[in-house]
């Protein structure tokens, strides 16, 4: 039988969650998933740099300092090939480090496989991939000379199922969620976590039609075990525990946040 351990004052488990000190920059960050996240991580003490794609996310920002942490808003177009260093070089002139990075800009484009333009197919690419791929590297440089890190993507149902009429979206989801393992298995030895989170449905303004087509929210919601929509709060929890030590042995792995979807 084990006998119970008290652990040192230091090493507690709730004092692992806390990010005081840290610095987190959180891509699309003005509203809905990415706003959530940031003032997440802001309550669980770190710094906070809140990107919005084109325009700041300022109210996010406010939102944060409001509640007595510190934060800043930057903006800067992911889809522009060169976004994603304006965004890092931006932060890095505000904040010393980037201690935590939460890849969450995503954009979506539907139209059926056989006519779907090509430039958007680009676009979709560029920002929901590689910028990704950029961010995470230019990140990772100072993280690998510091032997620490996180870096928290945001993934999604359709990294492991194929939608209909969102080639693209897919697509660059499914390579998020590939991008994440491999980068995991390369920057563990230096102490850097690389996961995923995949949401579900959740309210957000990109499902608002879904949500109005009554026909079509009653077979999601059949389909959720939970039996409701995802609230951008559920992702609360899981974003902190990605960015904080409480996670130190957890990487390269893709977190549902789907009301149970994927276990259906």
């Known amino acids: 039988m084990y006998g119970y351990i008290k652990m040192p004052e230091s090493t507690r488990v709730l004092d692992t969650f806390r990010l005081n000190g840290l610095t987190a920059l959180v891509t699309g960050s003005a509203t809905g998933l990415g706003a959530a ?26 939102h944060i300092t409001d509640m007595g942490g510190t934060a800043a808003a930057f903006a800067a177009d992911l889809s522009d090939p060169a976004g994603a260093k304006y965004l890092f070089d931006q932060v890095s002139a505000r904040f010393p480090q980037v201690d935590i990075l939460v890849n969450n800009a995503g954009t979506i484009y539907r139209e059926a496989a056989v006519d779907h333009n090509l430039a958007e ?9 590689t910028s990704v791929f950029e961010l995470s590297q230019l990140a990772a440089k100072g993280m690998i000379a510091r032997c620490h890190g996180k870096i928290i993507n945001t993934a999604s149902l359709l990294s492991f199922q194929g939608g209909i009429r969102v080639p693209s979206y897919a697509a660059s989801k499914g390579g998020v969620a590939q991008l994440t393992k491999a980068l995991a298995n390369e920057w563990a030895p230096h102490g850097i976590q690389v996961n995923a989170i995949a949401p579900g449905y959740f309210r957000t303004s990109n499902t608002e039609a879904l949500q109005a087509d009554e026909t079509r929210s009653r077979q999601i919601l059949e389909r959720i075990p939970a039996g409701r929509w995802g609230d951008p709060a559920d992702l609360a929890g899981a974003t902190v525990f990605l960015a904080s030590r409480a996670s130190d042995y957890v990487t390269g792995t893709i977190l549902t946040v789907d009301g149970g979807w994927m276990g259906r």
């Open 37 to 62: 996240m940031a003032i997440a991580l802001a309550e669980a003490g770190a710094a906070v740099a809140c990107h919005g794609n084109r325009r700041p996310a300022a109210e996010t920002a406010a």
């Open 121 to 129: 197919w680009q676009k979709i690419l560029q920002v929901n991939l």
